[in-house]
């Protein structure tokens, strides 16, 4: 187990899932498809714009730590409207009614544990694995056709003038489609952000379970992993070698896992744990992930607690 410490600045990061064509050596991982991050400029560019985000999400996390260390977390299970902005310049991007439908269902089951291989969770993690007990109802879904080929990481998507502007960040989840360029999946903003671009964007080719969807991407477990990200979740390996998610029954890993891979992959950290490589905080393929721990539960619901940072989403 790791040992929680609140990151330093250049930790603070907003994270995009992109598809790497680099071949992995993970057991059974996809030969030309795979996760990856490509955040590191977004942090940068956001940091540079805005020098008090550090300040505030550093806040966020001792007001976290606090939270879960005295038991002062929300009761009673919190439901999370949701807008979906379209942006499309083809047919299959204008992604269907039923298409968005399947990614809310997808939501609403990983996050309530009914997800049907919850079961699959090893005997190891079976004391840690968690019903986060968030829900999600669709509240709107608006739909603008675009001239744009691909949009990228620098919130375009977000606007008015390039895209759609968020629906009341402060109490609704926004999530954009659109066909987003360089392979990548989705991006979230975590708490702490400006409100004018908080939510999530996801590629068409990764939103939900059915339509434009492909495989390994397709079972819906990127927005799972991004709407885990806006719930101020970290990727599990903490995005170091070895490092901290901040969450303390969560395994140490010393990198992302990709593909699925095989039973009994241990990491190289100290003490070789067994790796929770089926955390949707991971980087595995769809069908590879399907937990979150019950450290993580409470990540998440420390933003629900009164002061909490999306409190004004909590009951």
Known sequence: MK??????????????????????????ASATLRRGCASQEVLAAQMKADPS?????????????NAMANGRLVNGKVEIPVVVNVLYKTAAENISLAQ?????????????????????????????????????????????ATNTTSFSTNDAMKKA????????????LNMWSCNLGGGILGYAQFPGGASATDGVVM????????????APFNLGRTATHEVGHWLNLRHIWG????GS???????????????????????????????????????????????????????????FAVGGARRSFGI
Request: proline share 5%; charged share 15%; hydrophobic share 35%.
């Open 100 to 144: 968005i439908q399947s990614q809310i269902d997808v939501l609403n089951r990983d996050f309530n544990a009914l997800n049907s291989d919850f079961n699959q969770v090893p005997t190891a993690f079976a004391g840690v694995k968690a019903n986060v007990g968030i829900s999600f109802v669709l509240q709107n879904v608006v739909r603008k």
């Open 203 to 214: 590629d068409n080719n990764a939103f939900g379970t059915t339509g434009s969807v492909t």
């Open 53 to 65: 985000l550090a300040l505030r999400m550093n806040k966020i996390e001792e007001f976290t730590k």
């Open 161 to 172: 003038s390039t895209g759609i502007a968020p629906t009341t960040p402060t109490t609704v």
């Open 245 to 303: 998610d901040l969450v303390s029954d969560t395994p140490t890993h010393n990198e992302p896992n990709y593909g699925v891979p095989a039973a009994g992959h241990r990491s190289t950290c100290t003490g070789t744990p067994l790796e929770m490589y089926m955390n949707y905080m991971d980087y595995t393929d769809d069908r590879g992930m399907f937990m979150f721990s019950n450290g993580q539960k409470a990540r998440m619901a420390a933003l």
């Open 239 to 242: 995005d170091a070698t070895c």
């Open 3 to 28: 040992k929680i410490m609140l990151p330093a600045l250049a930790f603070m990061m907003l994270f995009s899932c992109q598809n790497d064509t680099t071949e992995t050596n993970a057991p059974e």
